[in-house]
């Protein structure tokens, strides 16, 4: 069967990452390599409005690693995105032409429409998705994306200043969340929601079944079943696939609540907690806790695909595979 090796560029407001897959026309991806680095430019953004000189030049560095390591793999087609801080950023443009000229690439400055279209697509080839409408969340460093869709379609999305990153700079938080931290975190949360809200409001019966995706998303719930759910011995818990894992309301206040009362050491010492996620991680709960709550949904359904799977697909206008994630 014909494959397309495409290569994505997800410069993100936490981390730059590269993925390379083999797409075929009936959107089966299959893996080839993975490479990332973390730079959190989102919580610069939020604290300056720009990207620093240092900074900047860091970004150069490893959009340099990144194309190397995806002319190796020998690539057909390239997509490369940016979002939520270069978006944002006062220097952003500037910025992404450096960028695009180690890259040999032109890179695309997402909206946030654009950018929750897409993590559509990709959520909903990874996890089930019937004929009636479902919501998707993905929680990214600089902001969260949502949509409304069925297999079909995307009738709705949005996006709305809810990251990880941009918020820990905005809010100035510490290694630990102070009380104030969490209620200044759950306050931003409930009004910043407002345009989900009002997503549900016109299609009610997608919050029955809500599908999530993103690295905290996936972080979280590896936590969840290393605390909540017994693992055979030889299983570790950083590692294992949490795609299609169920996330209830429950649980995800309660780690939020846990997390909260955590420095960072004491948080690397639960079960698949990963050093680069360890530092946003109770942020992420946080916000997901809140908008769950508030949102009146009962569980999230966590996707493993969400923007860049979605990217490829868009680009290569594949049919969704209902099999998800190998």
Not at 38 to 44: R, V
Not at 51 to 56: F, G, L
Not at 310 to 316: D, N, P, S, W
Request: include cysteine.
């Amino acid at each position: 069967m014909p494959t397309v090796r495409v290569a994505v560029y997800d410069l993100g407001s936490s981390s730059f990452h590269l993925m390379v897959v083999d797409a075929t026309r009936e959107g089966r991806l299959t893996p080839v390599l993975r490479r990332r680095s973390f730079l959190h430019l989102g919580t610069e953004v939020a604290r300056t409005g720009g990207v620093p000189a240092d900074r900047a030049a860091t970004a150069v560095r490893a959009v340099r690693r990144l194309r190397m390591a995806a002319d190796e793999a020998g690539v057909d087609v390239v997509v490369a995105l940016a979002t939520a801080a270069l978006r944002d950023a006062d220097n952003g443009s500037t910025l992404i032409g450096r960028l695009e000229n180690v890259m040999g690439h032109p890179i695309t400055l997402l909206s946030g429409e654009e950018e929750a279209r897409l993590c559509f697509l990709g959520q909903r080839a990874g996890v089930w998705v019937g004929s009636d409408p479902v919501l998707g969340l993905d929680l990214g460093g600089g902001s969260l994306e949502a949509g409304i869709g069925t297999m079909d379609t995307v009738t709705d999305v949005a996006s709305v200043a809810l990251g990880t990153a941009r918020l820990r700079g905005e809010l100035g938080s510490g290694d630990l969340l102070t009380p104030e931290d969490r209620s200044a975190i759950t306050k931003v949360a409930l009004v910043r929601a407002e345009p989900i809200r009002a997503m549900l409001a016109r299609t009610p019966r997608a919050g029955t079944r809500v599908i999530a995706s993103g690295g905290t998303v996936r972080a979280l719930a590896r936590l969840a079943m290393g605390l909540y759910r017994p693992l055979p011995a030889s299983a570790s818990t950083s590692s294992i696939q949490v795609n299609q894992v169920e996330l209830p309301a429950g649980q995800l206040h309660q780690l939020a609540g846990r997390l909260s009362t955590l420095d960072l050491d004491a948080r690397l010492a639960l079960p698949g907690v990963q050093t680069r996620r360890a530092p946003l991680l109770p942020i992420g709960a946080v916000v997901l806790s809140t908008l769950v709550e508030n949102l009146g949904l009962q569980r999230l359904v966590v996707s493993e695909w969400g923007l860049r799977e979605g990217a490829v697909i868009g680009a290569l206008s594949l049919r969704a595979d209902r099999s998800g994630p190998a």
